[in-house]
């Protein structure tokens, strides 16, 4: 872990995406989950947030 300012945003916003999208609750909790993961590998607050097709390569590679 590096830096933990933007993990509950980053999960917030991926969750409520996902979740505006259609996805079901389990999904759209794995997807913030993984992306808010990414994001505290990463110094800073915004710029560590993860695009969205980061976010589905992560998925994949699990």
């Given amino acids: 872990m590096v830096d933990t300012t933007a993990a509950g945003d980053t ?9 505006t ?6 999904e759209c909790m794995r997807r913030a ?8 590998s ?5 710029v560590s947030i993860p695009g969205r ?3 589905e390569k992560a998925l994949e590679d699990i």
């Fill in 11 to 19: 999960f917030t916003g991926y969750f409520l995406t996902t979740l």
């Fill in 42 to 46: 990463r110094a800073g607050a915004a």
């Fill in 33 to 40: 989950s993984r992306a808010a993961s990414i994001s505290v």
């Fill in 53 to 55: 097709q980061e976010v």
């Fill in 21 to 26: 999208e259609g996805m079901e609750i389990g």
